[in-house]
């Protein structure tokens, strides 16, 4: 069974770049699609975007400018850069693996514990 | 970007209770809809995928129906540890939008 653990700094800088990794156990991290997604303290889930087994990535258009998700696979680690951060980016951080078909997608059912990452000088 | 409501925002109900909440999509999502159970201070938890699909491990009490722009999570006998948020998330185009959540607590 696939286990994902997400870590990185917990505190970041106002204009700095949050970079988070998120370490793949127990599977192939090269023959799955990986999604990074993050909920702010008191609110609802938000798809960042996803990493797929080609290395393709599909951004949410709202952070589009800002993130990047890549994957090495020599670490079995995917990463998430997210630069110029404000305080309205302190949120958990999750990595999950996304449930997919031939084409289509089902969701995320692999998720990791989350990290929570706050914004602030 | 398609959006998603879910109604009711907030569900008090006792264990053995009926439970069933409504996803409302923006536009027409086929049957790509899946559907989450956070507890406080966990990750979210795949219930259903296809609209009406059980994830694997996850009580048969749990049950979904729908297609194109309403669909419904159904609890057919709450039980102690069903008491938490549940989201519905579209996945027919990007970007993946989630709904605002419903919260169920305890009557």
């Known amino acids: 069974q696939v286990q994902l653990e997400e870590s990185g700094p917990g505190l970041v800088k106002p204009s700095e770049t949050l970079s988070l990794t998120c370490i793949v156990s127990?599977?192939?991290?090269?023959?799955?699609?990986w999604s990074w997604i993050r909920q702010p303290p008191g609110k609802a889930l938000e798809w960042i975007g996803y990493?797929?087994?080609?290395?393709?990535?599909n951004y949410n258009p709202s952070l589009k400018s800002r993130v990047t998700i890549s994957v090495d696979t020599s670490k079995n680690q995917v990463s998430l850069k997210l630069s110029s951060v404000t305080a309205a980016d302190t949120a958990v951080y999750y990595c999950?693996?996304?449930?997919?078909?031939?084409?289509?997608?089902?969701?995320?059912?692999?998720w990791g514990q989350g990290t929570t990452v706050t914004v602030s000088s | 970007d398609i959006q998603l409501t879910q109604s009711p925002s907030f569900l008090s109900a006792s264990v053995g209770d009926r439970v069933t909440i409504t996803c409302r999509a923006s536009?027409?999502?086929?049957?790509?809809l899946a559907w989450y159970q956070q507890r406080p201070g966990k990750a979210p938890k795949l219930l259903i995928y296809?609209?009406?699909t059980l994830q694997s491990g996850v009580p048969s009490r749990f049950s979904g129906s729908g297609s194109g722009t309403e669909f419904t999570l159904t609890i057919s006998s709450l039980q102690p540890e069903d008491f938490a948020t549940y989201y519905c998330?579209?996945?027919?185009?990007?970007?993946?939008?989630f709904g605002p959540g419903t919260k169920v607590d305890i009557k």
């Open positions: 999950a693996s996304l449930l997919r078909g031939l084409i289509d997608y089902y969701g995320m059912d692999v």
């Open positions: 127990g599977g192939s991290i090269s023959s799955d699609y």
């Open positions: 990493i797929s087994d080609s290395g393709n990535t």
């Open positions: 536009q027409g999502i086929s049957s790509y």
């Open positions: 296809a609209a009406s």
């Open positions: 998330q579209q996945l027919n185009s990007y970007p993946f939008t």
